[in-house]
Each structure stands twice: as structure tokens, then as C-alpha cells.
């Protein structure tokens, strides 16, 4: 069987072509007197191919009959169009009817708002809107691996289920069976399936730092899940991260490279998806393009934390949130940094010890340790990261100060034991990145299906 052409391809094409065959969903079908005309989308571009259905097909009885979401199979010749709006249209010699529609299809030539469309997350890709938001996820997650693989290095799938809480904030989702088997300390709880508490990762860093060990160079890309009760615009209860780990890298290395991969990502969506940046420019946030292009034309402007705390109290700025040194900064005061004061995006480093985990490297002054932010405009924070506590004996000692026990963390104290070496990471929320190039506001619009507190639903 021949492929048939993507419409995007048929829309880019630069002479008429002969006896071409396309197929997808009914958009709008509407008739004159001899023919109809049918606005045919399947999903590889924003805009519609036009179909033109003569009233002398056989099959012409059965395009009355069609309904917006039905698909069809077109047989025809690509001609310049005659009409405005569209460089071509498929005029139709044959015309196959896949699957029809009626009129209960919620997706109609109309306005939704994104509220409604979450409650048909199973049917919003077919809208402009999301059929947009998923090919630019698509192009961003394809950039990210050309991204690490260009620079050598290696793709690691570290565990969805593990043992481990990384960040110490106690936000995990503890996996259970419902097995007959008992637990012999407990007859009345179930026996652990992996013979230990074992939950949902939120972090994939802690075995990328034993495989940086053997491979230097090494990067995650996959879900992790907080069990964290926000319902926010920013917050999932299952997310995708990347985070890579750099064995013989510093913190000064790890700002670099992550400044790095956030102007590429940015560059390459500009390049790869203009037509969906457009829309959302015109629809979702007017100011998008001017973003993008101000983080992909000013360096990043670094600076400490306790600088940031200094101007930031130094500010005639009404803040919702208070500033002080030792508190983490909000939204607002990051947002102020790089849209108000450095007019350019900001990496922040070196925060007080003890709003940071247990993996940090401490630094010298025995105040603050290795770890940075990178501020974006109108996001705020898009990456977090650190250099890792390298020393055997400190990092046994923050383990202590976290009330960590040790004996679980065997095998991470071993990298200490066996060839130490300065290594150093972070992360970046895939969906955090997705919500900054395309302006889409809230987190559970640029997720296929979300998963939030009180809801996972499809």
C-alpha cells in the first residue's frame, strides 16, 4: 500500500501534482450547487488542505452525509487553488468514507475555552490550539535528545519505582499491591511487593550519578511524580524531566552547559515550529515572540543568592511575598530580576545550606552550598541544579543533619568510596520549557492527559 502524503507535505509543495492521495478528519464540509468543499486536517500541520467534491462522484450521496470529526481517504489531483486563502486544493476523483461522525461531536467550528477542553482531553489534540501545543511537545523532546547526544552524551533509563526520596521532602507516591500475600510484622497490611517501602520516582539523579561515573556524561529524559497537594497552574502530580549529571564538572561547568541547552531549545523552536509560535502569538500570549528572542539575544546575567536577596529588599517593589535571606524566592521576585531590574534572563548560585537537599556540595564559607537557578521572563525558574557533594565524609554528615539513614543509601556513598570525582547536575521540567515557548499558562494544557490532585482521568 502507497503512503499517503501528510497534508503538511501536500501544503509545501511547489508545482501541481497528478493522482495524490491524503486522508484525515473532516474539519467543515460545505456545498454549492455542484460540488462540495471539505476542510480536511491529520494533525502533521495548523492549516487545512482544501478538498473539492464534485457532485458527479458516485460516492457524492455519502460526502453529504459527512459530519465534522469523520475521516476519509482522497484520491485526486493537487491544482492551484481559485480561491483565496490557500496556495492549492485536492480536487477529488475518489473519495473513501473511513469512519463517520454525528452531530454530538463536541469539537465544532467554534470558540472552546481550555477548561472544556480538558474535560475531552481525548479529542482537544484535534483542535488548532493542542493540535499546536503537541507537535511543538514533540519537536521539544526530539531537540532535547539531539541536544546531549550531539555533545556525547549518553541516554540512561533510570527507575520509575525506587527506594529512594532524593529531594527529602517526603512528596512521594508509595507503591502497593492488593496481593493475598500478608506482611509477617503485620496481618492485617499487605507484604511489601519488592520486600521494602518502594515508591514513585521524583528524581532519576541519583542513579544518572552512578552511571556519570562510568560514562561521564550522561542525561535522563523521562516522568517522574510528586505527591504534592498544588493545585496550581504549575504543578503536576506527573511530569517529565531532563537531568543530566557531568562527571569532572563544576558548578561553573553546570551553568554553562545549562544556559546552553535553554537558548538551543528556544532557537530550535523558533526554527522547527514558526507556524505554531504564530498562533500562539496571535491567540495565547501576544508577547511570546518578543520573549523568546530576548532570551536567545542577552546572555545570562549571574549572580549569588545574597545579591539577589539585596536587591530585591533594595527594590520599591510591593512584593506578595516577603524577602529574606534563608527564604526561597517566589515567582514574583524572579520575574522581577529578569523582567525589571537585568532586563535578561538570570542564573542564580550559591543558596544557604539549609533550604537545599542533603547532595549539595557545601561550600567554603560553611554557609551556602553549590547550587544555581536559571530565571527566564515570564516563567521564573526553568532550571534547578547543583554541584553533588563529591567528599565521603561531608556527605555523610548532611545525610545525618537530614535524618537519612545511611544503610539505604549504600550504593551512593559507595561513589564516594570507589574513584570519587567533582560531578555536578540538574534538571529542567520538560513541561515547564513547554509552557515558556509556547506561552500556554497553565501546566495541564501542555500534558497530554494531566494527573493533579483529585484528578486522572482517561
Known amino acids: 500500500m502507497t ?34 468543499f471539505i476542510e480536511l486536517n491529520d494533525g502533521s500541520s495548523l492549516k487545512n488542505l482544501q478538498v473539492i467534491a464534485k457532485s458527479t462522484l458516485p460516492e457524492y450521496s455519502e460526502v453529504l452525509r459527512l459530519m465534522t470529526g469523520a475521516s476519509i481517504r482522497v484520491h485526486g489531483d493537487l491544482v492551484a487553488s481559485q480561491g483565496k486563502g490557500q496556495a492549492w486544493e485536492l480536487v477529488a476523483d475518489r473519495i473513501e468514507v473511513i469512519g463517520q461522525s454525528d452531530d454530538s461531536y463536541p469539537l465544532q467550528k467554534k470558540g472552546h475555552t481550555p477548561e472544556f477542553l480538558r474535560e475531552i482531553a481525548h479529542l482537544r489534540p484535534r483542535s488548532n490550539l493542542f493540535g499546536a501545543v503537541f507537535r511543538v511537545r514533540s519537536k521539544l523532546a526530539f531537540a532535547i535528545h539531539r541536544f546531549f547526544q550531539e555533545r556525547g552524551f549518553v541516554y540512561v533509563h533510570t527507575p520509575v519505582i525506587t527506594g529512594s526520596d532524593c529531594e527529602g521532602a517526603g512528596e512521594l507516591f508509595r507503591v502497593s ?30 542513579e544518572a550519578e552512578a552511571f556519570a561515573c562510568a560514562f561521564s556524561k550522561v542525561y535522563t529524559f523521562g516522568p517522574t511524580f510528586r505527591a504534592e497537594n498544588s493545585n496550581t497552574s504549575r504543578h503536576a502530580s506527573e511530569f517529565w524531566m531532563i537531568e543530566p549529571e ?41 508577547e511570546l515572540l518578543t520573549r523568546l528572542d530576548f532570551v536567545l539575544a542577552r546572555p545570562f546575567h549571574r549572580i549569588t543568592y545574597s545579591e539577589a536577596i ?3 529588599s533594595a527594590s520599591a517593589e510591593n512584593f506578595s511575598f516577603p524577602v529574606k535571606y534563608g527564604l526561597n524566592l517566589q515567582s514574583e521576585h524572579e520575574r522581577w530580576l529578569t523582567e525589571k531590574h537585568f532586563k535578561s534572563p538570570v542564573t542564580i548560585f550559591n543558596y544557604p545550606r539549609e533550604i537545599k537537599p542533603f547532595y549539595m556540595r557545601a561550600n567554603d564559607d560553611g554557609k551556602t552550598v553549590a547550587a ?27 545525610m545525618r543533619q537530614h535524618q537519612m539513614n545511611e544503610a539505604e543509601y549504600k550504593w551512593y556513598l559507595d561513589l564516594r568510596r570507589y574513584g570519587t570525582v567533582p560531578h555536578s547536575g540538574f534538571g529542567l521540567g520538560f513541561e515547564r520549557m513547554l509552557m515558556f515557548v509556547t506561552g500556554v499558562p497553565n501546566i495541564r494544557d501542555v500534558i497530554p492527559f494531566a494527573r493533579t490532585p483529585g484528578n486522572a482521568e482517561f
Open 177 to 206: 499491591t492488593t496481593t493475598s500475600a500478608k506482611n509477617p510484622q503485620n496481618d492485617d497490611a499487605p507484604a511489601e511487593f519488592f520486600g521494602r517501602p518502594t515508591f514513585l520516582s521524583v528524581s532519576g539523579q541519583l
Open 246 to 286: 557531568m562527571a569532572f564538572c563544576d558548578l561553573a561547568c553546570n551553568m554553562d552547559l545549562a544556559e546552553e541547552l535553554v537558548k538551543y531549545l528556544v532557537r530550535r523552536t523558533r526554527e522547527e515550529c514558526a507556524e505554531d509560535l504564530e498562533l500562539f502569538a496571535r491567540f495565547v500570549d501576544k
Open 310 to 312: 539585596e536587591l530585591l
Open 372 to 398: 544555581m537557578d536559571l530565571l527566564v521572563p515570564g516563567i521564573g525558574e526553568i532550571v534547578g541544579g547543583s554541584q553533588r557533594e563529591e567528599r565521603l565524609e561531608v556527605l555523610r554528615q548532611n
Open 3 to 36: 503512503m499517503p502524503a501528510t497534508i503538511k507535505n501536500v501544503l509545501q509543495r511547489t508545482r501541481p501534482v497528478a493522482d495524490l492521495q491524503v486522508q484525515g478528519w473532516v474539519r467543515t464540509r460545505r456545498d454549492s450547487k455542484d460540488f462540495s
